[in-house]
């Protein structure tokens, strides 16, 4: 099997891996604290990781970690929305589908903020993902529930996430006080995840400090809850990141992309037969709509690799 074709199969159990992490998270925030669940899965994830990037993160350097741990601050941020959401959504597919409205604000927050070009397909998905949206939340006039607004709000924070997770995995110049350039190095992925993990463990530790009460928890431990915080930390957080970072080093990461859109239809699968849950005519038309974005957005890239595909084959 060629290193492509084995990325292809990996990523592919990425998007299932994460799947099954929002089917863990779901359970585990019915039973505890959101914030907290959140701050014991990132904590356990990143102490695992930190583990095997022991030696990496000794070699990094101040101005490194400062990066890695302010990539890791808007992680945090997002995933804290994200999990809110979680907490008050009444729909797991649904937030799946509006959760991946990142991938359509990535491009759009890049021509604002670092005026990169961006292609046509990316401003013809924005009409088409906005429409997914306002079937999702105009059920009787704009009256969006919490948890919807949770998830764009996440979606939103994602999109400055990757870009920053981008710029802070390579090399990159910056003007300095003085207007000379300034050369940022690279951070290494494993170090790199390790530090955005930690700093998410601890951003939500100190929000569930502020906002959480954690008496009834604490009298509340069971072996069920155990196992979903484990299960999150272990399967859906440091093994889907590791798996991730392997499978990208075997091809491109812009073809990764392509697939990790199946994400948010796993998400819908898994709920549907895990929690029985159902979608009305209205929510389908919406998410359908939204991944139709998705797909329009990574046109470029999934037309170029289905002319390869073809090409292979023929």
């Known amino acids: 099997m060629s290193n492509t074709h084995k990325s292809d199969l990996l990523l592919v159990c990425v998007t299932l891996l994460a799947a099954i992490s929002w089917m863990f998270s779901k359970e ?6 959101p914030l907290l669940f959140m701050a014991l899965r990132f904590l356990m994830a990143g102490t695992i990781l930190a583990f095997a990037a022991r030696r990496s993160l000794r070699s990094l350097s101040r101005q490194q970690i400062r990066r890695g741990m302010s990539v890791g601050l808007v992680f945090g941020i997002a995933m804290s929305f994200w999990i809110m959401g979680l907490h008050h959504g009444s729909h797991v597919g649904e937030g799946a589908f509006l959760t991946s409205l990142g991938v359509v604000i990535v491009p ?22 906005v429409a997914g ?3 999702l939340s105009l059920k009787n006039g704009f ?3 919490p948890g919807q607004l949770f998830f ?30 300034v050369r940022l190095e690279k951070i290494p992925a494993l170090p790199l995840c390790t530090l955005t993990l930690l700093t998410v463990g601890l951003v939500t530790l100190a929000e ?6 954690w008496l009834p928890t604490l009298a509340s431990l069971s072996w069920p809850l155990a196992w979903w915080v484990i299960a999150s930390a272990t399967i859906g957080t440091a093994g889907r990141f ?3 970072t392997y499978a990208q080093s075997l091809s491109s990461h812009s073809h990764g992309v392509v697939i990790l859109v199946l994400e948010p239809v796993w998400v819908a699968v898994f709920a549907a037969g895990w929690f029985q849950e ?10 359908g709509l939204i991944f139709t974005a998705l797909l329009v957005n990574r046109w470029g890239t999934l037309s170029k690799a289905l002319r390869n595909w073809l090409r292979k084959i023929a």
Do not use: Y
């Not at 585990?28 to 604290?33: C, D, G, N």
């Not at 764009?152 to 350039?181: C, P, W, Y």
């Open 278 to 287: 159902t979608m009305s005519p209205a929510q389908l038309g919406g998410c």
């Open 108 to 129: 759009i927050m890049a021509r604002a903020l670092f005026r990169e070009p961006q292609p046509l397909s990316t401003w013809l998905a924005i009409p088409v993902a």
């Open 242 to 244: 590791l798996l991730q």
């Open 133 to 135: 949206l306002a079937l």
């Open 152 to 181: 764009v709000a996440a979606a939103a924070i994602f999109a400055l996430f990757f870009l920053m997770n981008t710029h802070a995995a390579n090399h990159r110049e910056v003007s300095g006080k003085d207007g000379t350039q």
């Open 143 to 145: 009256r969006p529930e």
């Open 28 to 33: 585990a925030v019915l039973l505890m604290p």
């Open 208 to 213: 569930s400090l502020i906002l959480e009460p």
